[in-house]
């Protein structure tokens, strides 16, 4: 028996030994960032595929962040009010329900307490004693009490006698702790019912963003529209770039948010959302996709997030409706299909269009080619300038030197070229 049981300690020792040598060590590189670990450079990540792109934003204009090892929860009790409208019904509405069955429990039971210490239990039906609360003869009794109480329903069979200071004050104390429970709970519901939330369903956002030609320039596009008749009050667009990016030090900052000009100093991002509207976005030089070209555009891990925002006509609430587009959702070389047609006295729009695009005639450049090729398409008359000088510097040496006046009247031509050259 021994000897077996010294075989199986040997054996087990051998297994593991067995399995110390063959783990390997296991070495856990610093935790970073998850955009930072899949942005790693190229010759570090060769093994890896094509990554998809995760969403900041959906489309559905919901946040895809979750936040997670939040120690200090405390805060959220701080704003209780906010943090009951935030969850969701299911939730709302059992913590609606809870609240006023403990409230109610709590104070019947005090009820109860009062007539068991004072002895009414004792006395039922003793017309000589003067109970506290009349008809009240067990708990359930009291629960109901405490519910007329605090409802102010007042059937008039359970009333309070004035032979109890001590019923009299816990008459005061429940109605007017059920008064504050009532306006923060009727309140928390209606804010929750009245949110603005279910309007920025009819703010629809077109499914695809196109680049294409605006008036000689390259610009980036996306349609919006509102699908009621009450319209959104105040309006305004703006548009923000979320993509990864490297400091010249080094420092590695995910989802870096950049802001991208619809019309803010023009004007043009404050809209009157009547009928669907084409926002436009110029590409130049202070614009993120100035170096973006169209065989580059698919390459590019970026994500464009649009917010609109206005008041709701009817409540006077502020709305705001969200989507984004990521790089496979910019459509080069397309524009948007027109959706406003004139009928017999009204304009009529059909949303049948609102998503669909038709591909029209783009250079595949970037706008800082395209900027380029625009300035060496002038260069030519510079050039004409500077050989016509060079051409009257030029002096045959076959020829004799000529007289000072036709030298006078060589230097007036080229003064002349040079200022023609300059306007």
Not at 26 to 55: F, M, S, V, Y
Not at 179 to 192: D, H
Not at 317 to 346: H, K, N
Not at 372 to 389: D, F, G, I, N
Request: proline residues 4%; aromatic residues 10%; hydrophobic residues 40%.
């Amino acid at each position: 028996m021994f000897s077996f049981s010294l075989m199986a300690a040997n054996v087990l020792e051998g297994d593991s030994m067995e399995q110390d040598v063959e783990s390997p060590v296991t070495i856990h590189p610093p935790k970073l960032p998850k955009q930072a670990r899949e942005d790693l450079p190229k010759h570090l990540n060769k093994e890896c595929t094509k990554r998809r792109i995760q969403r900041y934003v959906r489309k559905d204009g919901k946040c895809n962040v979750h936040h997670g090892n939040v120690r200090e929860t405390y805060r959220y009790l701080t704003d209780i009010f906010t943090t009951l409208v935030d969850l969701k019904w299911r939730f709302n509405l059992f913590i609606f329900v809870m609240v006023y069955t403990v409230t109610w429990l709590f104070f019947g039971f005090i009820w109860w307490l009062i007539a068991y210490i004072r002895g009414d239990m004792e006395h039922i039906g003793d017309k000589k004693w003067t109970p506290c609360v009349s008809n009240l003869n067990g708990f359930v009794s009291a629960f109901l009490f405490s519910i007329e109480t605090e409802t102010t329903i007042g059937y008039g069979y359970r009333v309070i006698t004035d032979k109890c200071p001590e019923g009299i004050i816990l008459l005061l104390v429940q109605s007017v702790l059920g008064s504050i429970v009532n306006a923060f709970m009727v309140g928390c519901m209606f804010v929750k019912i009245s949110q603005p939330k279910k309007r920025a369903e009819t703010l629809v956002f077109s499914t695809n963003a196109v680049i294409s030609m605006r008036d000689g320039k390259l610009c980036l596009m996306f349609r919006v529209g509102d699908l009621r008749n009450s319209h959104i009050v105040e309006a305004s667009i703006r548009a923000k770039l979320i993509k990864s990016k490297q400091t010249k030090e080094g420092e590695f900052i995910p989802l870096n948010q950049t802001d991208i000009n619809v019309g803010y100093y023009t004007g043009d991002d404050r809209l009157f959302l009547v009928s669907p509207l084409i926002i436009s976005h110029e590409i130049n030089q202070q614009s993120p996709f100035w170096e973006i070209s169209k065989a580059q555009l698919p390459k590019e891990e970026l994500e464009i997030v649009v917010i609109l925002e206005g008041m709701v006509e009817a409540t006077g609430m502020t709305c705001q409706a969200r989507s984004s587009y990521v790089t496979s959702e910019i459509l080069w070389g397309y524009r948007f299909t027109p959706v406003l047609t004139l009928e017999d006295g009204f304009y009529e729009v059909d949303y049948n269009n609102f998503h669909e695009t038709y591909e029209t005639n783009t250079p595949p450049y970037s706008a800082k080619e395209l900027a380029e090729k625009a300035s060496k398409a002038e260069l030519p008359l510079t050039w004409s300038v500077s050989s016509q000088l060079d051409q009257h510097a030029e002096v045959d040496p076959e020829e004799e030197p000529k007289s000072q006046e036709e030298q006078t009247e060589r230097n007036g031509d080229v003064a002349n070229l040079e200022n023609e050259s300059k306007v």
